[in-house]
């Protein structure tokens, strides 16, 4: 039952990364490559549109984590205190620039509201890397100091950096150079999947522009990728034992190879739904792989005393998992119906659709 | 500890107060967006559905707000009330986890839909969106309710020896006896705050002359839903709710009524009057003697337990606030069906579009039920202290312990800057909304 939930949960932030991603992605696009006024126009409106229906799928991740994990939900989100009330933040921020942007014709009210996308996109996209990064990494639980807990085992306060900055520090914080390497890993593909969706649903006069640098991302991301896989080896050289155990969940680093090597041929696909398609493969496949070699665990212990948050010792009870099953699959039944209904209302380009309340 | 536990709530209360602004409108708007959407879909005038799309908008903006206000209560509970979270999970989990996923998606679905949608979908589709984008919200306020109803009565739970919270009983949180009276009391006054609103926009339009058909159908509209809506919060379902309270939280009964003696041949009903907590009275009070016995036991002389009759911890800690709350509550809401009444009368006597000063009331008169509606929240919280689950939990007991009180000091802070800005560019977009009116030359 654990183990349903776990995935089901995993399913519905995986959904909020691709969907929501592909507008924080736009976002990036928009703050670095749009110059001319109709193209951040139309990229505005190429999020715009949609964020709202896609934050939803992060309300409902939330919701089902502090249903079937409360425990981790509790020690998590008072634990990652500060990162998350800036993410709240910066959501508000990014969230008024997308909806009061048209409102006014003259260009320094655009112009304000464009920063605050394209500003807040980029500082969500790498807080949620660090934020993976930090669940990767592990956190000193219990607060412990020289050999005692401070707290309950599984509560602990992270501030927002240690004075080493490292992640092999015994009470490392939320910013360290390796959440930073996952952060800017975040950050290279959002903007990938982004520049993806802008070809995707617009005409915009850069999106030839836009296949080049996905090319050029994906060479950053793949040097990323290489790179944080080595650090985290040494922060935690056990972290690739669960694929050795178990080849079968080879498949999602498989994926993540996949879609990486795919996207190199941006150019050269056929449709541009399919480089779209290859960068959701990318972002499913990239927490896959990292739900993968963690799992059971969903925070790991800095030190010896207090053991890793797991599944297992963070679940609620049997009972109340076994009737949310009941309800969750209808839940879920109904989402995707008004998801297809949603998407075959509102396929094709957007650039000429009305835009704004 | 002290210093935490209030930062903790400060914080709360702030963004709670500032995040139920919105909520409060969508609900009882979205209802008035079916009526119209209807009226056109029966007479074909073309007025009905400029209502309803000029409304949406409206809804549109506040829904956003509702979203971006709403994504930091549910994070709170895990932030600055880790404690609540760990021990009460697997059962506000429940009816929390089933909000996001019966009523947001159902909501933000088919808003996109009824905004962009309707040359795409025809009239009778369109109609369709705009009454699931209805349910979709009072389907989310009837799972909050659900959890709030849970905390002030706790039912269908099994407590575990390590402090834990189980459920027992799942369809329990959806019988439980204060949940009915106290959904359709909110929703109620969410049609109160959102009748009165477009009242508010009709009256401004015929005291401007502009848009004078709609102005209208705006004020007509507007002044009968709220008479309506007046009326059925006060009864039955304000009547409901205050007998669960002296049934099942005696000790906030007293404190919200003021009552700090117990009366032997029966308890008066107190209109005005300060509680002064230094001598334990009420100052400069006007009172009608054993009204509130009969009131809430049809007795006359029913003996009710004054605040004398209860432990210290057992009593609200904010007593005065608590007692405020629910006296601006009352006598907002009656006040609203007096001036509903009014404006019906004259409608019905064919002279309200030219009576100002009453226009003039109409179209002020619209914060004021978001006054009522968020004193009686506070009713419902306040009197629920000193525990989060009534009884059981004490709200010492749910904050974060690794949470310190300077660093909910510094996001408080944050969050009140960050609202003034957000609260500010709300009225800006409403208010351009409303200049433009229900027929907008070009976009």
Redesign the interface.
């Known amino acids: 039952m654990e183990i349903f939930w776990y995935i089901a949960i995993a399913v519905v932030l995986a959904m909020f990364f691709v969907l929501d991603g592909y507008d924080f992605g736009a976002g990036i696009i928009h703050l670095f490559c749009a110059k001319k006024e109709k193209d951040k126009e139309v990229i505005t409106k190429s999020a715009g ?2 964020w ?2 896609n ?2 799928w ?3 991740a ?3 984590l ?3 994990f ?2 981790f ?7 990652f ?2 990162p ?2 800036i993410v ?2 910066l ?2 921020f990014r ?2 620039g997308l ?2 942007r048209g ?1 006014f014709k003259y260009q320094m009210w655009k112009d304000i509201w464009d920063k605050s996308f394209g500003i807040s996109s980029l500082l969500l996209a790498l807080f949620f890397g660090i934020g993976l990064g930090n669940l990767v990494r592990g956190v000193n639980l219990g ?1 412990v100091i020289d050999g005692t807990s401070t ?2 085992g599984h ?3 992270l501030p927002l950096w240690d004075s080493s900055f490292s992640p092999l520090s015994d009470t490392p914080g939320v910013i360290d150079w390796f959440t930073i390497i996952i952060g800017l890993i975040a950050v290279v593909t959002l903007a990938i999947h982004g520049a993806n969706w802008i070809i995707l649903k617009t005409n915009t006069s850069i999106n030839q522009k836009l296949k080049a640098l996905v090319f050029r991302l994906n060479i950053a991301l793949m040097a990323l990728t290489i790179l944080s896989l080595v650090v985290w080896q040494s922060i935690n050289p056990n972290c690739f034992d669960n694929f050795g155990k178990n080849p079968i969940l080879l498949f999602f680093p498989l994926l993540y190879i996949a879609a990486l090597a795919g996207l190199f041929f941006t150019k050269k696909l056929k449709k541009e739904v399919y480089a779209f398609g290859l960068s959701t493969l990318l972002i499913l496949g990239g927490i896959t792989s990292t739900l993968a070699s963690l799992f059971p665990v969903l925070l790991p212990s800095k030190n010896s005393i207090n053991p890793d948050l797991t599944i297992y010792n963070m679940a ?2 049997s ?2 998992l076994s ?2 099953l009941s ?2 699959i209808l ?2 039944i ?2 995707v119906v ?2 297809i ?2 998407k075959r ?2 396929a094709g380009k957007i650039d000429d ?2 835009y ?2 | 500890m002290e210093d935490m536990l209030f930062y903790d709530r400060l914080q709360f209360a702030f963004t709670i107060t500032f995040h139920y602004i919105f909520p409060q409108l969508t609900m009882g708007l979205s209802l008035l967006i079916v009526f119209f959407k209807w009226k056109f879909l029966r007479s074909k005038i073309e007025k009905y559905n400029d209502a309803a799309k000029f409304f949406m ?1 409206i809804f ?2 506040n ?2 707000m509702g ?6 209560m ?2 709170q ?4 009330w ?13 009816t ?7 009523s ?3 909501e ?3 808003l ?2 009824f ?3 309707e040359k ?2 025809g009239q009778k589709l369109h109609f369709l969106t705009g009454f699931l984008v209805f349910l979709g919200s009072w389907a989310s306020g009837y799972f909050i309710l659900a959890t709030n109803a849970w905390m002030q009565h706790p039912v269908g739970y099994e407590i575990l020896d390590n402090g ?1 919270f ?3 009983n ?1 369809s329990a949180l959806f019988t439980n006896p204060w949940l009915l009276p106290a959904f359709l009391h909110n929703q109620m006054a969410s049609l109160v705050t959102s009748s009165f609103v477009v009242a508010s926009i009709g009256a401004f339009y015929i005291l401007r002359e502009k848009n004078l058909e709609h102005g209208k159908l705006f004020l007509k509209t507007g002044i009968i839903f709220g008479l309506v809506a007046s009326l059925l919060v006060a009864f039955p379902t304000g009547d409901w709710n205050a007998k669960n309270v002296a049934k099942y939280q005696p000790a906030s009964f007293a404190a919200m009524e003021g009552i700090f003696e117990t009366e032997e041949a029966g308890a008066e009903i107190v209109l005005i009057g300060q509680p002064n907590m230094l001598e334990k009275k009420l100052d400069n009070k006007i009172a009608v003697p054993n009204i509130l016995s009969f009131l809430t036991y049809q007795e006359w002389d029913r003996q009710i337990p004054g605040m004398d009759q209860f432990k210290k911890e057992e009593l609200p800690d904010n007593v005065p606030a608590l007692y405020y709350s629910y006296h601006i509550m009352v006598g907002l809401g009656t006040i609203f069906i007096g001036i509903m009444a009014f404006a019906v009368f004259f409608l019905w006597r064919k002279k309200l579009f030219k009576i100002k000063p009453l226009l003039w009331t109409i179209m002020v008169l619209a914060p004021f039920p978001y006054i009522a509606n968020i004193t009686g929240w506070y009713v419902a919280e306040l009197g629920r202290q000193p525990y989060l689950v009534y009884g059981l939990l004490r709200t010492t007991e749910g904050i ?5 009180s300077g ?1 909910t000091l510094f ?1 408080l802070l ?1 969050f009140v800057g ?1 609202y003034l ?2 609260g500010l ?1 709300f009225l ?2 409403v208010g ?2 409303v200049h433009e009116g229900p027929t907008p030359k070009h ?1």
């Open positions: 549109l949609f709202d229906s934050e939803v992060l309300v409902a939330g919701g089902m502090f249903m079937a409360p425990t939900y509790a020690s998590a989100f008072s634990g205190y500060l998350l009330i709240l933040w959501i508000i969230a008024i909806e009061l409102q607060g707290y309950e509560f602990f306060f609620a009870d009972y109340g009737v949310a309800w969750g839940g879920f109904l989402v008004y998801g209904i949603q209302l509102r659709m009305e704004g309340h | 908008k549109a903006i829904f956003t979203v971006v206000t709403g994504i930091p549910e994070f509970f895990g932030t600055n880790a404690k609540f979270s760990e021990l009460t999970g697997s059962i506000i989990g429940q929390l986890a089933m909000e996001g996923l019966f947001f998606f159902l933000s679905s088919f996109a839909l905004i962009f949608g795409l979908m834990k189980v459920l027992e799942f974060s312990p690794t949470v310190s660093n996001t944050g960050l800005i957000l560019l800006i977009l351009k909304t976009h």
